[in-house]
């Protein structure tokens, strides 16, 4: 399943009673977590009941139906733990968990219960300065990893922490660090307010990136000003987003700007936690307002349904040149409902300029060169029809199985048209007159990037002088790239004997939880007919008279938040002819359009930019005589910081020619 | 050859014919270079001479003898390559090497002419903002690389280049690092002034620090304010300092500042090279100030003779629990002039203390736990003879080869002593009676690092209540550092397969080419006897009962000068017994010692610092059943950065128990 955000939990519910908890053995400090995103099936507890603190899941789980788990504290809270005085001998004995393993199976404990670790011991921490007061360091490392090896041997799936404060970041996250990689199963859940983005960085950092330890969002009544500063945590691989009950109006309504974040975080498959009262009709009376918002969003179009299960998936750039294209993936472009629409359009438009600068009244010469299994001949076709000016087509492939089909088509629907098959390399082909019109989609997501300046300019001989290439001209463009999400996909792909090698790879992606850091800019662009070809002269000599492709350009960005760049993502917009344009990036995309996800370049580290820093992303396009590479550095000028050259000579990643 | 600053060049010099050089050919841009620290003997260069600038590397070869080298252009300079807008196609033909490889034969090449790259070529991209003027870019490539690659082909062991501009660092620095790949033997050298340090930290991290890109310091006439400017080259792996001629006052002397800045270089067997005129007698006067200066230097001392094969050559720590010290090592430690002095002073002032205590004319039982060969059981003997005071001895060691010694020494010299042999680990040993004095050394580089605590702890029940440890307490020490040469020697080490656990592992070294980032800081004291053994049970249930000996403590530095940070530095400091201190902290140092070279703890991505940041060093000792293992990672007080923790859990370093 590419891309999907999974759910960690699955279905658990129970028979709603409907009686308030005014039961004394229940915590109120029990959470009760809501999925909004689903309905799911009924499932029993397997369990006694023993009235002490596990008491509150089954009570919190009778008491409501739909309610998917809950967090509940997974040992008897001690007072006396709040004495930074005690001595650390006799907490062993006194702060043995409370309860045992066997009240549920362990497929419930898994699916039902997220643990809460003792909260007052990391209060005691945060107060303290651990490197001054070394036994309530070691008090609460020792609670911490008590409770969570009971969390792993009930294989809960998360337990859940408050956060550092600023002044103990570092012990903080290096007693998880620490604990993490003994835990097996369990993940690492921090509760963070988004003001406190820094400090999530920072354990971030320390515990080197753990996919097992993961933010949880707490809304303050007051919302950061900026949204940006909210934004940047859905780049992050936030886990749920607590909502304490005194967020919602007396109607259990929420102000707009979190009605809003809620709204922005349920295209992430957020889940949310609900907090601060345990009365069943205010449980309801929040979730019910939390469904009602949920509803009002529009839901998926059919391109987005066509993306969702891209989100976040990693592919690798196509090599056409390289590789036949299998017809699966032709027929995945050919569905694009936008693209052959503006193709046609374009023809459409060159045919008519050239047919008011003509006098004669043969047919245009059209070429479609890289013709796959025919759309491009197809809207060539319909532009011809539409126009009424007859055209001359020659369907140029260099794959032999589209050329079955190609033929299929000349006998049947374009049997009174003429057309004519090509079975070469358009860089090869000798052809016995030169066209009009050179017809091609050789793009990809970043515009050049998978050779069309090299193939067009291959190709240009076979047009004729002040011919027309459609596209005439395309434009890359990037932005910085935050995207924890990203960033945990790349490193999948790690391997030790090439540890640089994924980190120097560019990815296609449709990029989901993730944000762009600075205003895109331009790139690189190129331009059919290339007028370079035109001034300068073959003398089949020198290597270095074919036209220079390669290029190096500075970009620089400014920093609209502080937050983590894990990399470049880049798009295009490309000119087919005149005002026909076609485009994937986000100011002027092609409404409709599915045929490209953006690309991301990612950094090897990633690396924390401060709000209003200026970036200088420094990119190069490489040619040699067998392949093309993109190379990609950044240069924070405000720090002096630089990154190292990502991709040196193509060593990771390369586009043959 | 441990450590030693290898010289890239082996002899050559020709007889000297002392005629000054009017030749129309002579190149007034060859530098001459000088090694001051070595005569070598002669040796000729096979080849014939011919009229272009290779004639230079003739000339410069037999105007003078004693000189190693030439820094000379590797091909003509091209006046056409000024123009910005020379047509690249041209150039290539224009610009071909003028010469011949078969000058010289290889060996020749390789040991005497570093090649000078085309300096107007570097000027034309300085001048130029390279992302706009992509042909000057890909001009000033391709001559680098086929001078390069022309060097190379000759087997020239460097070649030479100017500095970057501030604005082209990153241009700059992509050409280095694209080209080296490719290079082969041929290092690259790049000229920087003293206060051009950043843009070489810039190049080198976009050159993922390659130890083929070195620099090369050009002292200016004006030396920059503050020494550490300076000194922070030293750190660095520079290949040479460049002198020009204008430096010089009319008697061929250098001002203070710049004489005190070559001495500190002589030490690190910098070489120099002479620049700015091609004037024999010049040459020599210069060269002979350079030797008279380094002539007064004081000869290198007993002690710095015996580290120099040990400069900035990495060691693991003894591991003395674990393993059994071989004969070798326990001689190098006792041939310690100073080490055991010290020991035996103390040993005299506790038993004459004990002695006005003491109303009893019995003699004090001493104990030596890790006896060795006995060094401390001499010294024990040699304090009882000193101060009249007898002792009853008892040696124990748990290392079998080492008990052969300790009979043979019973048998001979201690025959008319009270010495008992005791085959034993001290922590098992059941005694007959208990010890007025426990003598041991235990001490690693970072005091506690070779498990001194848990085993002195471990022997206290051997000691009489209010009896004397010796030593009595110690201390440990932090500083950052700036040493790349110390983390090239660190990379040397990393494995694909276990990448970090160099960088995570601590080395006993004599760092060299290095220097302290800021102030050197406590970090840990332990105190014997164990005050908390006094006050606590064992009861033999509960492993934490046992005293802890685990530590964190966060120590703060301020950084002294702009620099890269590439781990800590550490030494201890010890009080063997009241005031007879026994230190390897530079400024306590007991003078002569040689037993312990500081310990470097390495950072696994090297940091960039700057003057006044505030640094907080987070330092973990930590102890579970079988091992003890240090954590450590630095936070940035002032941008927030932090670093990952090093070496969690103990997975790349830890002494075993």
Redesign the interface.
């Known amino acids: 399943m590419p891309g999907g955000q999974p759910s960690e939990k699955s279905a658990n519910s129970k028979q709603q009673d409907n009686q308030t908890t005014d039961d004394p053995n229940f915590d109120p400090i029990v959470d009760i977590v809501h999925d909004v995103k689903s309905k799911k099936p009924n499932a029993q507890i397997h369990a006694g009941v023993e009235p002490n603190v596990f008491q509150t899941v089954d009570k919190a789980l009778s008491i409501t139906d739909h309610f998917d788990f809950v967090v509940t504290p997974i040992s008897k809270s001690e007072s006396n733990r709040k004495s930074k005085h005690l001595d650390?001998?006799h907490m062993?004995v006194k702060n043995c968990i409370q309860g045992t393993d066997m009240l549920f199976r362990t497929s419930s404990w898994s699916n039902v219960v997220v643990g809460k670790i003792d909260e007052q011991a990391f209060h005691i921490l945060a107060d303290s300065?651990?490197?001054n007061n070394?036994e309530i360091?070691?008090k609460v490392q020792l609670i911490f990893e008590q409770e969570l090896q009971w969390a792993s041997h009930l294989s809960l799936p998360a337990v859940l922490l408050p956060s550092p404060s600023k002044q103990n970041?570092?012990?903080f996250?290096?007693l998880l660090?620490?604990a993490v990689?003994?835990c097996g199963y369990t993940n690492i859940w921090i509760r963070f307010q988004p003001d406190q983005w820094?400090e999530w960085n920072?354990v971030r950092?320390?515990?080197?990136h753990s996919t097992k330890i993961s933010p949880i969002l707490e809304l303050p009544e007051n919302l950061p000003e900026r949204d940006s500063q909210t934004e940047r945590w859905f780049g992050e691989p936030i886990r749920g987003i607590v909502l304490d009950k005194n967020l919602f109006q007396s109607d259990y309504s929420l102000s707009t700007k979190h009605a809003f974040l809620l709204q922005r975080s349920f295209k992430f498959d957020i889940q949310v936690i609900l907090r601060g009262t345990t009365n069943v009709d205010e449980l309801f009376n929040m979730r019910s307002y939390l469904d009602d918002l949920k509803s009002q969003l529009p839901p998926l179009t059919e391109v987005e349904l066509f993306e969702k299960p891209y989100w976040d998936y990693l592919q690798s750039p196509l090599q056409p040149l390289m590789d036949n294209l299998d017809s699966q993936t032709y027929e995945v472009f050919e569905r694009d409902p936008i693209k052959y629409k503006l193709y046609q359009d374009a023809v459409h438009r060159a045919l008519v300029d050239l047919k008011n600068q003509s006098s004669s009244s043969s047919p245009f010469t059209v070429m479609v060169v890289g013709a796959g299994r025919g759309p491009l001949v197809k809207a060539s076709i319909r532009a011809s029809v539409q126009s009424k000016i007859p055209i001359k087509l020659y369907a140029v492939d260099k794959n032999p199985n589209a050329l079955v089909t190609l033929y299929h088509f000349k006998k049947t629907i374009w049997s009174k048209m003429d057309v004519t098959i090509i079975h070469s390399d358009m860089r090869d082909w000798n052809p016995p007159e030169l066209a009009d019109i050179l017809v091609s989609e050789l793009l990809g997501s970043f515009g050049d990037n998978e050779l069309s300046p090299e193939c067009l300019d291959g190709a240009q001989r076979l047009l004729k002088k002040g011919g027309i290439s459609i596209p005439c001209d395309y434009t890359s463009f990037l932005s910085p790239l935050n995207s924890a999400k990203i960033y945990s996909e790349v490193k999948t792909f790690v391997t030790?004997?090439k540890?640089l090698k994924a980190f120097e790879t560019a990815y296609v992606v449709k990029v989901h939880r993730g944000m762009c850091l600075s205003n895109i800019k331009k790139v690189f662009t190129f331009v059919h007919p290339n007028p370079e070809l035109d001034v300068k002269k073959y003398d089949g000599l020198?290597l270095?008279?074919v036209p220079?492709n390669?290029?190096?350009?500075?970009v620089p960005f400014t920093v609209m938040e502080t937050s983590t760049m894990h990399g470049l993502i880049g798009y295009f917009e490309c000119t087919l002819y005149k005002d026909v344009m076609m485009s994937i990036h986000p100011k002027t995309f092609s409404k409709g359009m599915f045929s490209w996800f953006p690309i991301v370049f990612p950094l090897a580290?990633p690396i924390?930019v401060k709000k209003g820093e200026e970036l200088?992303v420094?990119f190069?396009r490489n040619v040699d005589k067998g392949k093309v590479w993109y190379?990609w550095?950044v240069?924070n000028k405000d720090?002096?910081?630089?990154?190292?050259?990502h991709n040196?000579?193509g060593r990771s990643y390369k586009l043959s020619l």
Chains 1, 2 share one sequence.
Request: charged share 20%; hydrophobic share 30%.
């Open positions: 650390m001998r062993m300065d651990p490197s070394f360091y070691q970041v570092v012990p996250a290096q660090h620490r990689s003994k820094e920072q950092i320390i515990c080197e030790s004997a540890p020198d270095h008279l220079d390669s290029r190096y350009t500075v580290t924390t200088n420094h190069w190379e550095m240069h720090t002096g910081f630089v990154t190292p050259v040196l000579n």
